[in-house]
């Protein structure tokens, strides 16, 4: 196949992905399968759709997958693709692609499960990549992705299993430089204000020297706001200030997720209710407003459990925030793949679509709607 195109299966879903690798291997963007080598990234919520277009697609392709869904269960992906990059790509897609078309043994390659026979073979895992060796973007501009893993245990979230329990950061200058790209300066973490840090205590003159750094661009920086986010003990009079020193966001993205504290504790969540309420009372404060994720449908809670989140919803958006509202979706190499979702009280669905009519919660809450959304954070 040494002759081949290669194609990344580009939508609007896997943009950030696509951008990440682009710069790595030469490849086109298609919106339908193409001949050649045809390359995916999905998630668990686009996983379906996905099988259904390689099993009807009529060219003649070699179908290689990766991203949250494929690294969790390659066994399943292997029923459809010819190989999965497991867990980070950088170093892996390359080589897989390499050994692809110049007919090398790829059992070679780190990183990827495959299939001879029924036999499926996994080649091992690759050491976490050295995020300053490898561009967030390309062609393709995208947030930049300043941290990658988590050491919380979030029994409802793929990060730890996909990028490690340690954290690592790309480096000022690294972030600095593709800054330059932007007309305006976002980025993609697990938890922004762990930015330098082990990820269980902030270093915020670490937070303080890159939004420093990015300051002399003179450009609007958008920090701790979607697609990336913080955690509510994380938010502090000190990491505000900065904040609004350096800084044009007038809202922060605060992962809360459940008002019960009891849930708080079986998810493994690492705070209580207190440091949610906390983070919201101090963004007010500092003229920010808190915009909290709050996930209904946990397979531990129960019918008072869910009006406890939407009591905390309430509190919020009556302070003045804002709520976005998911409904659980169990995703694979998590604790809680394979559970199901606890069904949505009645009262509890309508006291959220009250709030959404209202303009101050968005998201997608409904259990008629499930696998509603997927999470990774």
């Given amino acids: 196949m040494a002759e081949c195109d290669v194609w990344f299966r580009w939508s609007s879903k896997n943009s950030y992905s696509i951008a990440a690798l682009l710069p790595l291997v030469e490849a086109k963007l298609a919106r339908e399968p193409r001949d050649g080598i045809m390359l995916y990234s999905f998630a668990t919520a686009q996983a ?71 036999e499926i073979r996994f080649t091992g895992r690759r050491p976490p990549a050295d995020l300053d ?26 990060t730890p299993s996909l990028f490690g329990h340690c954290m690592r950061h790309r480096s000022i200058a ?93 998810i493994s969540r690492g705070h209580g209710l207190e440091a949610i309420l906390a ?27 869910q009006r406890m989140t939407l009591d905390l919803a309430r509190w919020i958006v009556g302070k003045g925030g804002k709520v976005r509202a998911h409904y659980f979706t169990p995703l694979p190499g998590t604790a809680l793949a394979g559970t199901q979702p606890a069904p949505l009280a009645k009262e509890v669905e309508a006291g959220l679509g009250r709030l959404a009519l209202q303009g101050k919660l968005t998201g997608s809450w409904s259990s008629s709607n499930w696998p509603a959304r997927g999470r990774t954070a």
Avoid at 60 to 82: N, T
Avoid at 284 to 305: C, K, M, N, R, Y
């Fill in 279 to 305: 983070s919201c009372e101090l963004c007010l404060q500092h003229d920010l407003t808190p915009q909290v994720d709050l996930i209904f449908g946990l397979p531990s809670e129960s019918a008072a459990d």
């Fill in 48 to 118: 379906k759709r996905v099988y259904r277009e390689v099993s009807q697609a009529k060219v003649d392709s070699i179908y290689i997958a990766g991203g949250p869904h494929p690294s969790a269960v390659p066994e399943e992906v292997l029923e459809h693709f010819h190989f999965v990059v497991v867990g980070e790509g950088e170093e892996t897609l390359p080589e897989l692609i390499k050994a692809v078309k110049e007919g090398q043994d790829p059992g070679e390659v780190l990183g990827i499960a495959y299939k001879v026979g029924d």
């Fill in 174 to 266: 690294a972030i600095a430089r593709y800054a330059k790209l932007h007309k305006d300066i976002r980025f993609t973490s697990p938890n922004s204000l762990a930015f330098g840090s082990d990820g269980l205590r902030p270093r915020l003159e670490k937070v303080e020297a890159l939004l420093k750094a990015l300051a002399e661009q003179e450009k609007p920086i958008y920090f701790g706001t979607f697609p990336s986010e913080v955690r509510p003990e994380f938010v502090s009079d000190e990491a505000l200030e900065l904040i609004a020193k350096y800084c044009a966001n007038k809202t922060l993205s605060i992962g809360g997720q459940s008002g019960s504290p009891a849930v708080l504790e079986a």
């Fill in 133 to 158: 060796l490898y561009p967030p973007f390309g062609k393709i501009l995208a947030p930049i992705e300043i941290s990658r893993g988590c050491p919380w245990g979030c029994t409802y979230c793929q």
